[in-house]
């Protein structure tokens, strides 16, 4: 669930802060290289073509930073890695520039396929080392680790905890005494209601039993009156 809500909340949380970062963005000429690539794509007489380009930048960066914080298995990735995932990215900008400008809608294909592309092998590589890291062996590339999320290098080639989707025993113990207390809550709330019925239904019985008597008592003395009303009327002749 927890996952859940970081997807839906993601788009919020990257327009409130500017400064969250991606495994890419670590690299402070990352936006400046895409940036330069893009602008050798799209001919200078476009129309439009500085809001085109800085969607197209926008776009890109926003997809690394949604990968690496959707999941806090993919907050570290070796730096090796990083540099050869630029690589590509750049030499498939490359692959897309040297083709026939053919217009803005077909070179918006082309950027969307490349930033799906990069999608699926940022989260195959993510997935991969934290597997590798994760592990028992521990058979990791040598070199510096590389933090995503606050761009700091880690000298430690081996994680666990919450770097490997573990659960921390804190967070796991708070989770079932909160659950504890929800069952008690809920058994209290049940007793409850159970107690308020049965005083409800012996209440209602015994203003029954009541009423019946009442009713008897009434009928008793009305024969009483109507008995001492005739035995009067006889001794006045009536």
Request: glycine share 4%.
């Amino acid at each position: 669930m927890e996952d859940l809500w970081l997807l839906l909340l993601l788009p919020l949380y990257l327009a409130a802060f500017h400064g969250v970062k991606g495994c890419l963005e670590c690299d402070p000429k990352f936006k400046e290289d895409i940036k330069s690539l893009l602008e050798k794509l799209v001919p200078s007489d476009v129309p439009g073509r500085t809001q085109l380009l800085e969607e197209q930048i926008k776009e890109m960066i926003n997809l690394s930073v949604k990968v690496t914080h959707e999941n806090k298995m993919f907050r570290v990735l070796a730096v090796q890695e990083v540099v050869s995932l630029k690589t590509w990215l750049k030499n498939e900008l490359y692959k897309v520039g040297n083709k026939t400008w053919k217009g803005v809608f077909i070179l918006q294909g082309k950027l969307l396929d490349v930033r799906q592309n990069l999608e699926s092998k940022l989260k195959e590589i993510l997935k991969h080392f934290s597997e590798l890291a994760c592990s028992e062996d521990c058979m990791v590339t040598e070199g510096p680790i590389l933090d995503c999320w606050n761009c700091l290098r880690i000298n430690t080639p081996c994680f666990k905890g919450e770097y490997c989707g573990e659960e921390d025993s804190r967070k796991s113990e708070n989770r079932e005494i909160a659950l504890f207390l929800t069952l008690i809550a809920e058994a209290v709330i049940l007793g409850t209601a159970v107690l308020l019925f049965h005083i409800c239904v012996t209440h209602q019985k015994k203003m029954k039993t009541i009423r019946r008597s009442l009713e008897k008592y009434s009928e008793k003395k009305l024969e009483e009156l109507m008995r001492i009303r005739d035995e009067k009327n006889k001794d006045f002749g009536i």
